[in-house]
Each structure stands twice: as structure tokens, then as C-alpha cells.
Nanobody, 123 residues
């Protein structure tokens, strides 16, 4: 059974940085493309970033590119999301997700999800 466990969220001030981590167990990590998504109260889940199985291809939401960086360490079964210069509008539950084969932006294509980690940015 595949499990995804996120960590690294918290309460920070505007302008601060956070690094989220997501550890995957129960299957060969390098078989999965990985994505980060977020959902704020009253809003739909939105795409943040995704990375291919090898790490060679990355995608970002256009509004976030330049502030957020996705990376992965296949030896540690972990995907990361480095978030810099955080803004109040970044406050949301952040989820990691896994899918086989090719990297994608559409959350409906992802097969496995973590429970989420809360990020709250005070202004």
C-alpha cells in the first residue's frame, strides 16, 4: 500500500521561507512522478508544482514560478517543495501526490495522495 506523508508546514510571517517534504513508502519511489497541490478554505484544489520520475522535468503554476522550487531525492524516497517569500495568499493545506509514468498538472491524474500539511502565512 502506497503511503505519502507530508511535513514541514507551519505558521510563518510574510516574506519567510518554508520547505515541505513528502516521504513515499510502499512502492518504488522512482516509478512515480510527483506533484504538489494546495487547497485554501472555500477554494478548489490547485496545482502548485510537479516533477518527473527522474527529476529532469518540472512544471510550476505560472503565478508561483520564481518563488517555489520542487525537487526530489530518489535515494530518500522524498519530494520537496521549497517556498520562498511567502505571502498570505499562500496559506492553504498543501498536499503531495504521486502518479505513475508521466508528470502532469491535472490533479485528477494523480493516484495517491498524502493527508496534507497546513501552511499559514501571517501578513
Amino acid at each position: 500500500q502506497v503511503q505519502l506523508v507530508e511535513s514541514g508546514g507551519g505558521l510563518v510571517q510574510a516574506g519567510d521561507s518554508l520547505r515541505l517534504s513528502c516521504v513515499v513508502s510502499g512502492h518504488t519511489f522512482s516509478d512515480y512522478a510527483m506533484g504538489w497541490f494546495r487547497q485554501a478554505p472555500g477554494k478548489e484544489r490547485e496545482f502548485v508544482a510537479s516533477i518527473s520520475r527522474s527529476g529532469g522535468i518540472t512544471y510550476y503554476a505560472s503565478s508561483l514560478k520564481g518563488r517555489f522550487t520542487i525537487s526530489r531525492d530518489n535515494a530518500k524516497n522524498t519530494v520537496y517543495l521549497q517556498m520562498n517569500n511567502l505571502k498570505s495568499e499562500d496559506s492553504a493545506v498543501h498536499y503531495c501526490a504521486a502518479k505513475t509514468l508521466f508528470v502532469a498538472k491535472d490533479p485528477d491524474q494523480y493516484e495517491h495522495w498524502g493527508q496534507g500539511t497546513q501552511v499559514t502565512v501571517s501578513s
